[in-house]
């Protein structure tokens, strides 16, 4: 680094990005961190509860992609690193219990969490040394809040901002997309620039542009993150748990079809909205035009996916791909 001041910005930059962690065990010491995406000593088995099983409450918190994308993996690990004291191992004292996407800690002197990520599910072990009935309600409610907040971290896709404007009001999205920092003229001239769509389409382009917007500001060292989204609806008074919803695909979706159809299947925002304005009338078209790009560019163009993303936007098509998979040399 050139400069003391330089390398103080870059490294309260990691820490931000929770790339390094302030273990709670060294907290009051300087310039010690822990990289968790560094780690790559192999977990043990973290499922042997031996003889504490019925000691123990199991949580498994699964998301709907195929994967944990690695980056919330380490997220998840360096918050419950943060927020807890890593156990060091048994017959090595002084090694704390931290692996490959898993860590043990002690929650406090009689409750010990073991947390590790498999494919697409958070595993979570807390086991109490004296009894299941000796674990605190406040112990597990802070779990859950941690895994919270790590997932709201993350930066929000464009189908997370497109099933996110069709849950709001008309009424109440302007003061919502204020409190996200952007203005209402900004707000005026996404109304104009997509004039004859959706109000929920307008409303998901919107959101897409505000997450443009954020990343754009070279000096704002923040990514849009889905705690921007949940804290904003907070401020106007909204219910911030749509944004779980939304990440969790458990959201259902209704207006504007073929936006909501090619974002969904993958299909970038620009590519959808370059449909937009080429078909703008003509929905058979339109619908044709989304399609032609996904299986262009998909690495999953298959039937099932197809099938899946028609049911989930409340679209119609799933019994002729039916009857197609069911007729020969189709």
């Known amino acids: 680094m050139k400069d003391d001041s330089t390398k103080e910005f870059v490294i309260q930059l990691l820490v931000h990005l929770d790339i390094l962690i302030v273990p709670k065990t060294l907290e009051q010491l300087t310039n010690v961190y822990l990289v968790p995406c560094m780690i790559k000593t ?30 919330l993996a380490f ?29 043990v800690l002690n929650v406090s002197e009689d409750d010990e969490l073991r947390i590790w990520l498999e494919d697409n ?7 109490n040394k004296k009894s299941l009935l000796s674990i605190s309600p406040d112990v ?11 997932e709201l971290k993350q930066e929000p896709r464009d189908k ?27 707000w005026d001239n996404t109304l104009d620039m997509y004039d004859g769509h ?12 505000w997450k443009e917007s954020k990343k754009s500001k070279l000096l704002d060292a923040m990514n849009p993150t889905l705690k921007d989204l949940s804290d ?17 695909e458990e959201t259902k979706l209704r207006g504007n079809y073929a936006l909501q159809l090619g974002i969904e299947l993958g299909v970038s925002f620009y590519e959808v909205e370059n449909s ?23 690495k999953m163009k298959t039937f099932k996916r197809l099938m899946l993303t028609l049911q989930r936007v409340n679209g119609g098509g799933v019994d002729f791909l039916q009857s197609m998979l069911k007729t020969p040399n189709q």
């Open 232 to 248: 904003a609806l907070e401020k106007v008074e909204l219910d911030s748990h749509v944004i779980c919803q939304v990440f969790r």
């Open 160 to 186: 997370h901002l497109v099933r996110l404007g069709y849950q709001i009001s008309i009424n109440d999205f302007q003061g919502f997309y204020i409190n996200l920092g952007m203005t209402r003229r900004q």
């Open 42 to 71: 192999i977990r043990p088995d973290l499922k042997n509860l031996q003889h504490h099983r019925q000691k123990t409450i199991c949580l498994q918190y699964s998301l709907t992609q195929h994967s944990i994308p690695s980056a």
């Open 75 to 103: 997220k998840v690990i360096g918050a419950a690193i943060i927020s807890w004291q890593l156990k060091e191992e048994d017959n090595k004292p002084g090694k704390p219990c931290l692996y490959h996407k898993a860590a």
């Open 140 to 150: 597990a409610a802070s779990i859950q809040e941690c895994l919270s907040n790590s």
């Open 121 to 127: 599910r958070v595993m979570v072990n807390l086991t």
């Open 276 to 298: 937009l304005y080429k078909c703008p009338k003509d929905l058979p078209g339109l619908i044709e035009d989304i399609l032609k790009k996904w299986k262009a560019k998909s």
């Open 198 to 209: 959706s109000m929920e389409g307008i409303m998901s382009m919107a959101l897409v542009k």
